[in-house]
């Protein structure tokens, strides 16, 4: 994956160190906890959901964080793993973390406390982890990496997407009728990238009737249309990586990544537009309100826009570190990740302070 600043990348530090490709599935004999340490709440945190009331937020050395106001942070006090966590999610009652050495943990109390459900000590990160309700579940990541649940993590198996590929689609080529043969066969050879389990996975949406969409690495990414039976090659307008994507509308998906590039596909992912996201930043993380859409990523960017037009505006953040997620509260207030834990970002209190600033 490609570095996103010159300086500190979010996106490079999620598969790092690269660990070797390995297909064991054997939890680790002897269980290690995370240590509770006084400043994790300040620590990189790489991802961030809503559980009922509260907010869980995930990252290095194992550390989850809880908050029911966005301000007052306590670690989660029995986590079985010190490895990187980049992904958690939400379901009901069920949360899942997942992360580095392909670990995967769920909670049943709210993120308090965690039962460490897989870890392959030998595999690589985990990016992302999805269910589509709280039995059916995926876990994808570094070179083409997927594991699957249908019992809601009571086993976790690998998923090999050679042997469930139909094949590909690509967009044809219009530029020259006697090169379209040619063209294809050259991107379908391409595709050899995950074929040989070099391409990363970054992140899945979930859509109606029973499809599914990964997005990843050098502009390439898959379609299911059974919930992941079977799985479709596809490729957009851009060979850079894609790091996230939401579902904008019943049959529309903004992806987004690499210095800023933002693609919409409203046909499933047979075509892709550009979308402006008036940034060269990479983007890592995004969340949808009500008629709105916030991204996040490198040097403090925030863009914002109509979900429905997707005209959106950049702006900078005072603090200009990294942000790897966003998490909506209400109409105005988010949560954000990141390399120094989680920003609150208020507009209506940054005015307020700033108004009370310019009377003094």
């Known amino acids: 994956m490609s570095k996103i600043s010159n300086s500190f990348s979010l996106a490079a530090w999620l598969l790092s160190p690269l660990l070797i490709l390995g ?16 400043l994790a709440a300040k620590s990189l945190l790489l991802d961030i959901t809503a559980a009922g009331d509260s907010w869980v937020a995930v990252g290095e050395r194992g550390h989850i964080l809880l908050t029911a106001d966005g301000s007052n942070w306590k670690q989660a006090t029995s986590v079985p793993t010190k490895a990187t966590l980049t992904s958690v999610f939400s379901i009901q009652d069920k949360l899942w973390a997942a992360g580095h050495e392909a670990t995967i943990l ?20 985990i990016m992302d982890i999805v269910f589509l309700n709280k039995q059916q579940g995926f876990a994808l990541g570094a070179y083409g990496q997927l594991l699957v649940t249908k019992n809601g993590g ?22 020259s009728e006697d090169d379209d043969e040619n063209n294809y066969a050259a991107a379908l050879e391409d595709l050899g990238c995950y074929e040989t389990l070099e391409c990363h996975l970054n992140a899945m949406v979930v859509m109606s009737n029973q499809r599914l969409m990964m997005i990843g690495e050098r502009g390439y990414g898959f379609r299911s249309r059974d919930n992941g039976k079977q799985w479709q090659a596809i490729q957009l307008p851009y060979e850079g990586s894609m790091f996230g994507a939401l579902l904008v509308s019943d049959e529309c998906v903004l992806a987004f990544g690499l210095r800023g590039h933002a693609f919409r596909s409203c046909d499933f992912g047979s075509s892709w537009v550009e979308v402006d996201t008036g940034t060269q930043s990479s983007l890592l993380g995004g969340a949808l309100g009500r008629g709105t859409v916030q991204l996040v990523g490198a040097s403090g960017v925030l863009v914002k826009g109509s979900r429905t037009s997707l005209k959106l505006t950049p702006e900078t953040l005072d603090s200009g570190i990294d942000y790897s997620a966003i998490v909506l509260d209400g109409h105005k207030r988010s949560l954000l990740t990141s390399t120094e834990g989680v920003l609150v970002n208020d507009p209506q209190a940054n005015q307020a302070t700033n108004q009370a600033g310019g009377n003094q």
């Open 106 to 125: 769920s909670s049943s109390d709210g993120g308090a406390s965690w039962e460490l459900q897989f870890q392959d000590m030998d595999a690589d990160p």
């Open 23 to 38: 297909l064991s599935t054997v939890l680790a004999e002897e269980q290690v906890f995370a240590e509770q340490q006084p």
């Open 154 to 175: 009571q086993q976790w198996d690998y998923l090999d997407l050679n042997e469930v590929t139909i094949e590909a689609e690509f967009a044809a080529n219009d530029d």
